[in-house]
């Protein structure tokens, strides 16, 4: 059984006050019913479990009775956020983590994700997007964490932009922050993972670094559409998602 994970306790300070940011509306639908429609489309899951935090009753009366909630009441990073679900979550083979601020996610890619995760055998599958380059509406994409493979193909990190050597920030292969964990490996690593960073918080970034540090099996499911990959942070990228729901 697999079970998806929805990200969407988050305030969102740089949209500013107001709504939460998962309920800012793109092309007249909010962006986490968007989500939520395409994950429900996808047949994955038939009730994905939303973590809220910031505006929790709001959020639930948009969603209704089509998800289960889990409160993660300090906002202590995405890892820290699926371990607020671990309880709920019994009886799972996978868990899919994906984030309520994705608008353009498509469900075909949530099956495909299930799909090669399963086929694979993999202990962590992720989507990335491939990009022709950064250029026009596409430069939202630099500041996202890259995806260094070795020789034989398979990844060996995702380096952040601010970590990044000038000879990486030219890859343009790039991490959107949709996953499938295998359940059982997730639930034993979730709590290796620390909070020594600049923000305190932690990451689930970082299980990808761990499963590669101790050769288990990552694999990735590529995915070249660009607009599937927006997430909405600031306002502009709310224009840009706008923009693009228009086109």
Not at 174 to 192: G, Q, Y
Request: charged content about 20%; aromatic content about 6%.
């Amino acid at each position: 059984m697999t079970q998806v994970v929805i990200l969407a306790a988050g305030k969102g300070k740089r949209m500013g006050v107001g709504l939460p940011k998962v309920l800012r509306e793109v092309g007249g639908t909010t962006m986490i019913q968007r989500v939520v429609g395409s994950v429900l489309e996808s047949g994955v899951t038939k009730r994905p479990v939303v973590i809220i935090g910031y505006g929790t009753e709001v959020i639930k009366k948009y969603l209704g009775t089509s998800c289960s909630y889990v409160l993660q009441a300090e906002q202590l990073g995405t890892a820290h956020a699926v371990s607020c679900a671990e309880s709920y979550l019994t009886g799972v083979d996978n868990v899919v983590v994906i984030n309520g601020d994705a608008p353009f996610l498509r469900p075909e890619t949530l099956t495909k994700l299930v799909a090669a995760h399963e086929e694979n055998q993999a202990v962590l599958t992720m989507v990335t997007l491939r990009l022709p380059d950064f250029s026009e509406w596409r430069e939202t994409f630099y500041d996202f964490g890259r995806i260094v493979r070795n020789s034989g193909g398979e990844v060996a990190a995702i380096v952040e932009k601010k970590d990044a050597t000038p000879e990486q920030l030219k890859i343009t292969e790039v991490n959107p922050s949709f996953f499938c964990f295998r359940a059982d490996w997730l639930w034993e690593n979730l709590s290796k993972i620390n909070c020594d960073n600049a923000q305190g918080e932690f990451y689930l970034t970082d299980l990808v670094h761990l499963a590669i540090s101790e050769n288990q099996k990552v694999e990735t499911l590529v995915t070249d559409d660009p607009a599937e990959a927006v997430g909405v942070n600031t306002p502009e990228q709310l224009n840009l998602a706008q923009s693009l729901m228009e086109k």
